[in-house]
């Protein structure tokens, strides 16, 4: 269940973004140059521009929809990321640019595939600077609704508890803008992550997040020879994040292990940093269990392929449709492609050379 929002910043401040990684959509926008009351304030002018959210790739094995039902949107300008998780209202009013949306907007965010979109209902300035993080608070507890794939009902996907289950999607990571440039940003809402299917057999949101800029975003696309093939999948082995089913391996007698990741604080389970050994070749590996992946949605249990789970700690994943694969907004760096078949088998291609900023790579498997 991988999800995009695209950010799209087409902020006119004083710096440039800067981000890593990326993809779920929505649009909106931020126009004007005056600052909110109760906003924080700033002594430099703003040139009027837009915010746009948008999701791009999302297949899901359980949910035909996933609605969300927003009410404001907020940014944290630097020196007060603590504020974006708050759980005790703790920051003050101002310590955020808050903004309300004109009317609460329910979207699908499953319907928000192949590059479509949706506009928030809102238009605001927002000043120039440094940003530490965006929060989509949503309205409720009955906020999030799954649409079962099964038969159809329609039934609340609850919130995880605890303080960081706040019916709320937090983008924790610092961008700048720059005057009279357009910026863009893409977060990524990492559904495979963010969704567990609880013993009860209930739903549950805890959501996960990363950017990438646009103006660094990828594409790869391309037919698959394959008729079985059902899914490719993108796992990211020359960024600074590691999904945890890698493995390096050392020649075809065996797979060695990692050196401990970092100890220092992570934005997300996804941003250890990637170790690669000199003549190790990034490949990926059964866990221990040998089973493809482990199965984050009731599957069939460990040493048991698992097809419904594929693809949880991948990058970007895309579902082949007319015999083409087609996975979007990813950063700047190698891949290896995991093509999945209809039975759980698979095959991996690596690219041999890493994508470069704003890349439309064709790539036949």
């Not at 390096?248 to 990741?261: A, Q, S, V």
């Amino acid at each position: 269940m991988k999800g995009f929002f695209r950010i799209k910043e087409k902020f006119f401040g004083k710096r440039a973004a800067n981000f890593f990684a990326g993809g779920l959509m929505l649009l909106a926008a931020v126009e004007g140059c005056r600052v909110q009351a109760g906003n924080p304030t700033s002594s430099k002018p703003v040139k009027p521009g837009t915010v746009t959210v948008a999701l791009a790739d999302a297949p899901v094995d359980d949910l035909s929809q996933l609605f969300i039902k927003i009410h404001a949107i907020a940014f944290a300008p630097e020196g007060m990321g603590r504020c974006l998780r708050d759980p005790m209202n703790s920051c003050a009013d101002s310590s955020l640019y808050y903004f309300e949306l004109n009317q609460e907007t329910e979207i699908d965010l499953l319907s928000l595939s192949d590059g479509r979109t949706q506009v928030l209902p809102f238009q605001q300035s927002l000043p120039a600077g440094t940003y530490e993080g965006i929060r989509l608070l949503l309205t409720d507890n009955s906020s999030v609704e799954g649409v079962s794939k099964a038969n159809g009902s329609r039934f609340p996907v609850v919130f995880a508890q605890g303080p960081f289950g706040n019916r709320e999607f937090v983008i924790a990571e610092q961008f700048d803008v720059q005057e009279d440039v357009e910026n863009e940003i893409i977060v990524h809402v990492d559904l495979r992550r963010s969704i567990r299917k609880a013993a009860d057999g209930n739903f549950v949101l805890l959501p996960f997040t990363h950017v990438v800029p646009t103006r660094l975003a990828a594409r790869l696309s391309g037919a698959v020879s394959d008729a079985s093939v059902t899914r490719v999948c993108a796992y990211n082995v020359g960024g600074k994040r590691r999904p945890d089913d890698m493995r390096i391996n050392r020649g075809p007698t065996g797979t060695g292990g990692l050196p401990p990741p970092s100890p220092l604080p992570l934005p997300s389970p996804l941003a250890a940093p990637l170790y690669l050994p000199a003549q190790a070749l990034p490949s990926l590996a059964l866990d221990k269990h040998g089973a493809i992946e482990p199965s984050r949605m009731g599957g069939p249990g460990p040493g048991v392929p698992d097809p419904t789970s594929s693809c949880d700690n991948a990058e970007a994943v895309s579902d082949i449709k007319n015999g083409t694969y087609d996975l979007r907004y990813l950063p700047p760096v190698n891949f290896i492609l995991r093509a999945f078949k209809a039975d759980g088998s698979f095959t991996d291609t690596n690219l041999g050379s890493p994508l470069m900023p704003k890349e439309e790579r064709v790539l036949d498997l």
